[in-house]
Structure formats: C-alpha cells, structure tokens
C-alpha cells in the first residue's frame, strides 16, 4: 500500500526487454534503504526488489506489467518516480494507492501559467464513473485532484513543488502515463453496476 506522495525521482539504468525482463534503476539514496523483497512503487507500479547494489535496484517484470503499464516503455535515462511502501502508523499525506496499475492514459495538454501547471489527459469510456471532479486519480504514482472534467478527457493541477520533485517536469504531449484509480471510486462504481472494464 502507498500514499502516492512521491519520495524520490530514480533514473532508469537498464530496461526490460521481453528475452531481459529484469528493470534496472538508480535509486540514489533511497535505494540505501531497501533490500530483496522490499517493495516499491516505480511510477506508481508496485514492484519488488529482487537485487540490490549500492544505489542500483533490480525488479522482475511480468509481460502483463510491461503490457498494461509504461514500465515496458522506459527508456535508459528515464526519470521515475519512487515510493517505499507505507509504514504503520505514517500519515496518509496523499491517498490509498494499491500500486496496482489500471492502465496508460496519453498526455493530451500541458498548459503553462506561471509557475503552475495544468495538465489534461485521455478520459476513456470505460473510466468515466471513477475519475470524477475533485476525485483522486494516482498518475504515475502521483496523489492527484481530478480539476475539470469533459466527454473524454480530465485535467490535474500541478504545484510548483509537485512539478520538481516528481517526473511530470520530463512529460512531453503524447506521452502515456500509468493510471490507478481511486481504489473506493472503484468499488461505489461496482456497487453501482459501472464495474471497471476488464482488461481496460
């Protein structure tokens, strides 16, 4: 379980390929205090340490992980965000976030106002009844308010120190981002008969 509060920005060293699934990243300090069988959340992914040595960290990847979320697209170099899991009795800053990742929405526009940022992305049918105005939606692993919402498409507002302490500030127009809903939206959408499509 995590928050969706970002700890630190890692950089990835090695990507998985389908015949070299193994995800090597360059978790500076924080990778100090994690060790095999740690979990972690790599833009939002759980994942779990599988080898570590001094700030490299090394995870296993499944082809369903690189299929329905961006950690198949890494590149070298590529900034993610990292987040150890919740420990008991921490303060929940952002919002429950599983790590479990419903799928890649495109970045559609990222419009400037000073130091502010706002950001819109794809709005699929089959999210419709679980990104909502005011709802939280972890992009990337990032705790975030839904701000406007439209037929097929919703927008985020982004801090001044949410933009430099996270990957978004390396985002271009048409990237794709991993997107875990609100983990209680999803059951109300159930309740309701609006379940989230399978495989979506």
């Known amino acids: 379980?995590?928050?969706?509060?970002?700890?630190a920005l890692g950089r990835v060293q090695e990507q998985p390929v389908p015949n070299r699934p193994a995800l090597w990243i360059d978790g500076g300090a924080l990778a100090e205090t994690l060790g095999p069988g740690d979990s972690l959340?790599?833009?939002?992914?759980?994942?779990?340490?599988?080898?570590?040595?001094?700030?490299?960290?090394r995870f296993d990847t499944l082809e369903e992980t690189r299929r329905r979320t961006n950690i198949g697209r890494l590149e070298q170099g590529?900034?993610?965000?990292?987040?150890?899991?919740?420990?008991?009795?921490s303060r929940i800053d952002g919002h429950f976030v599983t790590g479990h990742v419903?799928?890649?929405?495109?970045?559609?526009?990222?419009?400037?106002?000073?130091t502010e940022h706002e950001l819109w992305f794809e709005r699929p049918n089959h999210w419709k009844a679980v990104i909502v105005p005011k709802g939280s939606v972890a992009l990337d692993g990032i705790?975030?308010?839904?701000?406007?919402?439209?037929?097929?498409?919703?927008?985020?507002?982004?801090?001044?120190?949410?933009?430099?302490?996270?990957?978004?500030?390396a985002k271009r127009?048409?990237?794709?981002?991993?997107?875990?809903?609100?983990?209680?939206?999803?059951?109300?959408?159930?309740?309701?008969?609006?379940?989230?499509a399978e495989g979506a």
């Open 1 to 7: 379980m995590f928050t969706g509060i970002v700890e």
């Open 41 to 57: 959340a790599v833009n939002g992914c759980c994942l779990t340490v599988t080898e570590s040595a001094a700030t490299s960290l």
């Open 78 to 89: 590529a900034l993610v965000n990292l987040e150890r899991s919740v420990a008991v009795g």
């Open 102 to 114: 419903d799928g890649l929405s495109r970045l559609l526009e990222v419009r400037s106002q000073g």
């Open 143 to 169: 705790s975030l308010t839904v701000g406007f919402v439209r037929e097929d498409r919703f927008s985020v507002w982004i801090t001044p120190f949410t933009w430099q302490a996270t990957n978004l500030q």
């Open 173 to 196: 127009q048409g990237d794709l981002l991993n997107v875990e809903v609100d983990i209680l939206a999803r059951y109300v959408a159930a309740q309701m008969g609006k379940p989230l």
